[in-house]
């Protein structure tokens, strides 16, 4: 099992695909509780910390990725529909340690899909964005390898079942 990502320009999309060996409860919860996503979301050596979190349809998770000098970037991922389990659809963006959106980066509309597998379970997160221009800026921002560390972070936690 390895990390897929899949970026198609044409479409203006990036699909990040990757099948755990865990329980479907276990993954949903690492990826909707903010106190382990702080476990994993930061890809080594920063690390995610949260500064609000509230996982229902019309709520927030605003955290910080910070840096091992303790220099601090803000994210903030909106929650726009949720079927427990299944699938959760977000807006997320760069902003400030308030939340206010960061207009000079791009805002990506994305959907994270839960599927049972005979292994574990399978998470296809896909982003879209308004433009091909804004879909090359996030992979030369580093956002394959970033988000490639924190997925592997987080076969880690599985693997020692600290999740």
Do not use: H
């Not at 909106?78 to 963006?93: G, H, V």
């Amino acid at each position: 099992m390895k990390t897929n990502v899949v970026k198609n320009l044409k479409e203006k999309s990036i699909l990040v695909s990757r099948e755990f060996n865990a329980l479907l409860e276990k993954v949903w919860r690492a990826y909707t509780e903010s106190q382990l996503l702080d476990l994993w979301w930061g890809p080594s050596p920063w690390r995610a910390e949260t500064k609000t979190m509230n996982f229902v349809v019309g709520g927030y998770w605003l955290y910080a990725m910070v840096s091992p000098e303790n220099e601090k970037s803000y994210g903030r991922m909106n929650y726009t529909a949720i079927e427990p389990q299944k699938f959760f659809e977000l807006e997320d963006s760069f902003c400030d340690e308030n939340g206010v959106v960061n207009t000079d980066l791009p805002v990506s509309r994305g959907k994270t899909v839960f599927t049972e597998t005979s292994n574990g379970t399978l998470v296809e997160f896909k982003i879209s964005y308004q433009t091909e221009a804004e879909v090359l800026q996030l992979v030369e921002m580093g956002f394959e390898q970033g988000i490639s560390m924190c997925i592997e972070q987080l076969v880690v936690l599985f693997k020692e079942n600290k999740i």
